[in-house]
């Protein structure tokens, strides 16, 4: 069946005039958030179409998305997103878009969905190392993923338990999300978590892992750190938090999050003993009223 096909001369973003990335030979998308993680798929000569509809190239099952939602257009010059009037936009690096030119490492949120945009000579290399990133780090967060967290946290409880180094754990969880989704939807959720994942991760040490824990719930590993130092660092975090303006949409989505805080003990046993510490902490926290750091008693009273 015959697919209408935008102008793509018609470059309706001002800003998308101001640059372009000459086309190379082979490009692709990959999917790095969704239900086809780690597939590529080739930018044809007529494009690729992704939708709601069977009849698309990708086919999405996802309320957020229409049914012929957007395609990515190969012309002589260049590659081009291109919206195809969908109800709830589609954004490419955070800002949603009408068309435009697309450059290496752009990304492009459909629904819920989040693709990477790969061209250039080494793009065989470039699709190895995003699988391989991939591995280890969640897609629409930027942090690192449990898979990571749980290989790091293995580390770090064995190091601790043999040279005796402070080590802490933050555990956070963001107030009343589950409101957010009802009241604006999930793109606004997600639109929270990728914000909330640049901030922490803008706002940490090199040398600490901070991880989606699952849902939204993230983690913090600090390795030589104290449970004082720690409790500071996370004073400051939900602070950073609760003044930062979190947007959808042009509305300012006000946003708390709720951390416990915990110390390694030379008593605890396993990483799961460090973890479900932090994570009591964490209920005392949102129990307590939310939007506040609930630090672990004096280390000589814990008990596992």
């Known amino acids: ?37 780690g597939r ?17 190239d990708i086919q999405l099952a996802d ?3 229409s049914r012929m939602h957007c395609r990515v257009i190969a012309n002589r010059d260049s590659v081009i997103v291109s919206d195809l009037n969908s109800t709830n936009g589609t ?14 490492g752009d990304r492009i949120k459909v629904g819920r969905s989040i693709f990477k945009y790969l061209s250039g000579d080494n793009i065989e290399h470039a699709y190895h190392e995003e699988i391989y990133r991939l591995k280890t780090t969640d897609g629409l967060t930027g942090a690192a993923n449990k898979r990571y967290f749980d290989e790091e946290i293995d580390r770090e409880v064995c190091r601790f338990l043999r040279y005796g180094r ?5 555990m956070m969880d963001i107030d009343h999300f589950k409101n957010i989704n ?19 991760s803008t706002n940490v040490r090199r040398e600490d892992t901070f991880s989606r824990y699952g849902g939204e719930e993230f983690a913090v590993l600090m390795p030589e750190m104290d449970l004082a130092g720690s409790t500071a660092v996370a004073e400051r975090l939900r602070q950073l938090v609760a003044e ?12 708390t999050i709720s951390i416990g805080v915990a110390e390694a003990h030379v008593s605890m046993s396993t ?22 750091v609930e630090p672990q008693s004096a280390l000589e009273d814990i008990e596992f």
């Not at 954004?91 to 290496?104: E, F, I, K």
């Not at 402070?166 to 933050?170: A, E, G, N, R, V």
């Open 1 to 37: 069946m015959a697919r209408d096909t935008p102008d793509v001369t018609a470059v309706t973003d001002a800003e998308a005039l101001s640059y372009s990335e000459r086309r190379s030979e082979h490009s692709y998308v990959v999917m790095i958030y969704g239900e086809y993680l």
């Open 40 to 56: 590529r798929f080739a930018i044809k000569d007529d494009g690729v179409l992704i939708g709601r509809s069977p009849e698309c």
């Open 63 to 65: 309320d957020c998305v």
């Open 91 to 104: 954004y490419l690096n955070g800002t949603a878009v009408s068309a435009r030119p697309l450059r290496d």
């Open 166 to 170: 402070p080590l802490s754990l933050l």
């Open 182 to 200: 009802d009241q604006y939807g999930h793109l606004a959720g997600d639109r929270v978590l990728s914000q909330l994942g640049l901030l922490i």
């Open 244 to 255: 930062a303006h979190f947007d959808f949409e042009g509305l300012d989505l006000p946003v």
């Open 271 to 292: 990483p799961d003993d460090f973890i479900r510490q932090a994570d009591e902490q964490l209920y005392k926290a949102k129990s307590g009223g939310r939007n506040r």
